[in-house]
């Protein structure tokens, strides 16, 4: 039984891993030597960033709006309302705004790289790659990754921008604060620690979003209806992981003594 | 049941295989987890020889093509390629060996993205190739030789089957391999479409001389390749001269699979003459 356990559970779970770290080792590498595929990862920046462009900023403004009216109702009870900027900004700098555009972005674009790779494996088409002289890692993996690790950052700097927007709106309309008392809470709340640790955090979040995606969707069996096991697979995978990332980095830098 | 003796054709294979075979498989065996799917296979494929490959769903056909691409490496056994055993390759090292193979995947195996053209020109293009004018040109003359010049700018899901296999050929030929390598090529498709992959096939292996190695259900379609040679002037298949001269029989071998191990490999006349019941069931 415990034999069992340990050659169905223990060992392809580690398997898994191991294979996980063989991807990202060897997809990072490819972006070190030729071909490089820049087409195709000029194409997946547009399709990561800017297709995901429009959720994420709704979603850091909404976020950002929620977390101001309900801060506001324990605020105004000690009087403090003039601290509304402060606390929207720290949370959407260090918290929010990266967790929540990973998670928006895993799940649109872990579940549409898992989904797509997946098609692309059980039709033979990245046998046919493979045949035709294409190495797949360096063609689909590498432009999957580098085109998150560049746009994943610059859509948390936007959704936490329009996180700080939609506290300003609630702020304002029904903390009557003005524009200057808002954005200078705001400003002067947050410090070099506070905007390293947000913007440092996507960085290992791309890796997770982009990878998983990509382990998943080259790991697919079972025809089209393992496509679809893996699409999901790969949605719940990278969310659970980054949710445990950002956990363990935020203690690392804590034990480390950054802030 | 006993497999047929397979000393019994050595001979005539033997004969039939030039010095250097550009293909031969060694006692390869492959399992996925527990189970085996190739065990112990072995077989020679000569230059400008067909290899017939016969056996039900399942029994590794498909995956004895992968292994001969070295999209798959044997748990034992050697995969030789015009002399040279692949196993021990590493994925950089097997790109130049892959350059004389084409392959037909069963649905064709289209980029989904890609237009007809554009799928076409991919393998040109990725061998450094940059020369637009002449990627233009050699994609216009195998689109043509697979009469598919006119759905040069479409999308594969605008195309039917037996086109998406057509372009696939065409893909797989632009790079002029001298080892063809078709997994079931045909399956699927209504009588007359087959008909034109079956003529490609052997206007292929008649007209450009390129090895075949053929997988397919359809015994009809294999008995066409080995008793039908292409008439450049009729355009068409035509039965072969079995006197010697022009328009021969081009040497076509058949190998049986069954439970992944060899159950006969021969000549076309040894498996029609073939008494043995499993065989026989091939050629009703």
């Known amino acids: ?259 | 049941m006993n497999p047929p003796d397979a000393e019994r054709s050595a001979a005539s294979r033997d004969r039939s295989v030039s010095s250097t075979p550009v293909v031969e498989l060694r006692h390869v065996s492959i399992a996925f987890e527990d189970k085996q799917v190739l065990d112990g296979v072995s077989f020679r494929v000569g230059a400008g020889e067909t290899l017939v490959l016969l056996g039900v769903t399942g029994s590794g056909k498909s995956v004895l093509l992968k292994l001969i691409l070295g999209l798959l490496k044997p748990d034992a056994g050697e995969v030789l390629i015009e002399g040279q055993n692949l196993v021990p390759l590493s994925e950089a090292q097997l790109y130049p060996l892959r350059q004389r193979m084409g392959i037909v995947f069963q649905e064709g195996a289209l980029f989904d993205s890609l237009s007809v053209h554009e799928n076409v020109a991919y393998r040109l293009r990725e061998e450094g190739l940059k020369d637009e004018a002449r990627i233009e040109q050699q994609v216009r003359e195998v689109l043509r030789f697979v009469e598919m010049e006119q759905a040069s700018e479409k999308m594969p899901a605008e195309l039917s089957g037996g086109m998406r296999r057509r372009v696939s050929i065409a893909r797989a030929i632009v790079s002029q391999p001298s080892i063809m390598l078709y997994d079931s090529p045909t399956a699927g498709l209504d009588p007359v479409t087959a008909h034109t992959i079956n003529l490609l096939i052997a206007k292929l292996r008649d007209v450009q001389k390129v090895s075949s190695l053929v997988v397919t259900h359809r015994l009809a379609d294999a008995f066409a390749l080995a008793n039908y040679t292409y008439s450049a002037e009729k355009q068409a298949l035509i039965p072969a001269n079995t006197d010697g001269g022009p328009g021969q029989r081009v040497p076509t071998q058949f190998l049986v699979l069954r439970d992944g191990a060899t159950y006969f490999w021969g000549s076309t006349d040894e498996l029609t003459a073939a008494q043995d019941l499993y065989l026989r069931k091939f050629l009703v």
């Open chain 1, 1 to 259: 039984m415990i034999n069992l356990l340990i050659d169905r559970f223990v060992k392809r779970k580690v398997l898994a891993v191991q294979e996980f770290t063989e991807l990202l080792v060897a997809s990072a590498r490819h972006a070190f030597n030729r071909p490089r595929y820049l087409v195709d990862t000029l194409v997946q920046m547009d399709v990561i960033g800017f297709g995901s462009l429009p959720i994420v900023l709704l979603t850091g403004f909404f976020t950002g709006g929620v977390l101001a009216l309900q801060t506001y109702r324990t605020l105004s009870t000690f009087g403090e309302t003039g601290l509304l900027g402060q606390v929207v900004a720290l949370s959407m700098v260090r918290e929010l705004g990266p967790v929540l555009t990973a998670l928006m972005v895993a799940g649109r674009n872990s579940s549409g790289i898992a989904s797509e790779l997946g098609s692309m494996l059980v039709s033979d088409q990245i046998d046919a790659m493979r045949a035709l002289g294409t190495d797949p890692l360096r063609k689909l993996v590498t432009p999957r990754l580098y085109a998150t690790l560049v746009t994943l950052p610059l859509l948390t700097v936007l959704a936490d921008f329009f996180g700080m927007l939609g506290g300003a709106v609630v702020s304002m309309s029904t903390a009557r604060l003005s524009s200057a008392e808002y954005w200078t809470s705001a400003y002067q709340a947050l410090e070099f620690e506070d905007v390293f640790q947000g913007l440092t955090k996507p960085f290992f979040f791309a890796v997770v979003v982009a990878l998983v995606g990509c382990y998943f969707g080259l790991h697919t069996t079972g025809g089209t209806e393992g496509v679809g096991r893996s699409t999901t697979r790969a949605v719940v995978v990278s969310c659970v992981v980054i949710l445990i990332l950002d956990f363990f980095y935020t203690k690392f830098l804590i034990a480390v003594g950054f802030f």
